[in-house]
């Protein structure tokens, strides 16, 4: 019996073991097999409804890390027929390109009302804010959306739809009170805003 037990053991362990690499989780972290419905149904909304204008996807991350995981290209990179433009760490385009999405970034972080933010973003070629709610919010960098959605708001921009499931503005520790659970916000994964009423459509501009 005691030379069977390490046989048993072995027989026990070794699926667990082995587990990662049969679902492919061990590749890498962050690992998923399929980006979330909630991108498919934003990219959708954004062809039926702005076609003909470019969308901005805020806030900007150094590396795109979600809660469902880290895709190595941005969600609307793989699922959007209209145009968008969003911050990235690494500077792409032109030098103007790169000082305008700075600003708007900055100006996010405010959590407060930003004169003149929907004209600067009309100018910009940009119409509608996806706010996407579903980052993880561990990331170096994070900035909370709900400061991002402040600022939208006291701005003068409107919630017009949302995606996906409800999630809460940032970790709750496991041993929250439930009281203070409650005072989390409840938001979906990807909400999109609109700037106020009668502000212009850009059209396919460029920044």
Same mark, same amino acid.
């Given at each position: 019996?005691?030379?069977?037990?390490?046989?048993?053991?072995?027989?026990?362990? @070794?699926?667990?073991?082995?587990?990662? *690499?049969?679902?492919?989780? &061990?590749? #890498?972290?962050?690992?998923? =097999?399929?980006?979330?419905?909630?991108?498919?149904?934003?990219?959708?909304? @954004?062809?039926?409804? /702005?076609?003909?204008?470019?969308? %901005?996807?805020?806030?900007?991350?150094?590396?795109?890390? *979600?809660?469902?995981?880290?895709?190595?290209? +941005? !969600?609307?990179?793989?699922?959007?027929?209209? $145009?968008?433009? +969003?911050?990235?760490?690494?500077?792409?385009?032109? $030098?103007?390109?790169?000082?305008?999405?700075?600003?708007?970034? +900055?100006?996010?972080?405010?959590?407060? #009302?930003? !004169?003149?933010?929907?004209?600067?973003?009309?100018?910009?070629?940009?119409?509608?804010?996806?706010?996407?709610?579903?980052?993880?919010?561990?990331? %170096?960098?994070?900035?909370?959306?709900?400061?991002? =959605?402040?600022?939208?708001?006291? /701005?003068? *921009?409107?919630?017009?739809?949302?995606?996906? !499931?409800?999630?809460?503005?940032?970790?709750?520790?496991?041993?929250? $009170?439930? +009281?203070?659970?409650?005072?989390?916000?409840?938001? /979906?994964?990807?909400? &999109?805003?609109? $700037? !106020? /009423?009668?502000?212009?459509?850009?059209?396919?501009?460029?920044?």
């Amino acid at each position: 019996a005691r030379r069977l037990a390490p046989v048993i053991a072995a027989v026990l362990v @070794l699926p667990g073991l082995a587990w990662p *690499y049969v679902n492919g989780s &061990i590749l #890498q972290t962050g690992s998923f =097999k399929e980006i979330p419905d909630h991108w498919a149904k934003t990219a959708g909304w @954004l062809k039926e409804n /702005s076609a003909n204008d470019r969308a %901005l996807v805020v806030p900007a991350t150094a590396h795109g890390i *979600y809660t469902w995981g880290s895709p190595i290209d +941005q !969600p609307l990179d793989v699922l959007a027929d209209t $145009p968008y433009a +969003q911050r990235d760490y690494v500077p792409f385009g032109t $030098p103007g390109n790169r000082r305008a999405m700075d600003a708007v970034e +900055q100006a996010l972080t405010s959590g407060g #009302q930003v !004169p003149g933010l929907s004209e600067y973003l009309n100018r910009a070629g940009l119409h509608y804010v996806v706010v996407r709610n579903d980052l993880d919010p561990d990331q %170096l960098g994070y900035v909370p959306t709900t400061t991002v =959605k402040r600022t939208l708001e006291a /701005s003068g *921009y409107k919630r017009v739809t949302g995606f996906g !499931p409800v999630m809460t503005g940032g970790r709750i520790a496991n041993d929250t $009170p439930v +009281q203070i659970e409650g005072l989390y916000p409840r938001q /979906s994964a990807v909400e &999109i805003y609109e $700037p !106020p /009423s009668g502000t212009q459509r850009p059209g396919r501009a460029t920044i």
